[in-house]
């Protein structure tokens, strides 16, 4: 297991990561799109640098306002790592939902909700809201804030013996 500087260590370099990626001033990457490949990174999965899965996240969900990109883009990659850590599909996908749902907690607890409505203040669907989200600077603030708690939260666990104690504490919390 990392020992508490290693960790930080991992973890501040996923948060720079993910800020090299979300915060380039292109803005070529949505949330999701950053904690899905910043993720993948750091766990060390396929495709690390490609977005396409996620692109279609941000927003809440197609511009929707649903839940945090950075929540479903880190679900995602959460998702292939179980799958990739653990041979039975139904308990690698219990993991996985019960990883992302303490993260969602955690992020609601710190920024007081999950849903990108209510996150950001804009309907990103409704005309001209896109671009004034953009013209705000509240994905620089905000946003990039949100994702820095998701990706410092699950960071960590693309150490082996931080993954297996936490699936251990999950099972012993679950009475497995």
Known sequence: MLDRDEARSLVEAAVAQADAYYLDDAHPYGCAET????????????????PAAAMALNGGIAYSGGACGAITGAAMAV?????????????????????????????????GAVDCHTLIG???????????????GVWREACASQIRTVVGRLA?????????????????????
Not at 122 to 136: C, K, N, T, V, W
Not at 164 to 175: C, F, Y
């Open 79 to 111: 998702g292939m790592l179980a799958e990739q850590r653990i041979s039975d599909h139904r308990k690698a996908k219990a993991v996985a939902r019960e990883l992302v749902h303490e993260t969602m907690r955690a992020f609601e607890a710190e920024h």
């Open 156 to 176: 960590a666990l693309a150490d082996m013996p931080t993954w297996e104690a936490v699936v251990a504490r999950m099972e012993a919390d679950q009475g497995h």
């Open 122 to 136: 804009y309907d990103l669907r409704a005309p001209g809201e896109h671009q004034a989200f953009i013209d705000s």
């Open 35 to 50: 904690t899905f490949m910043t993720l993948k990174g750091v766990y060390g999965l396929e495709g690390a640098s490609d």
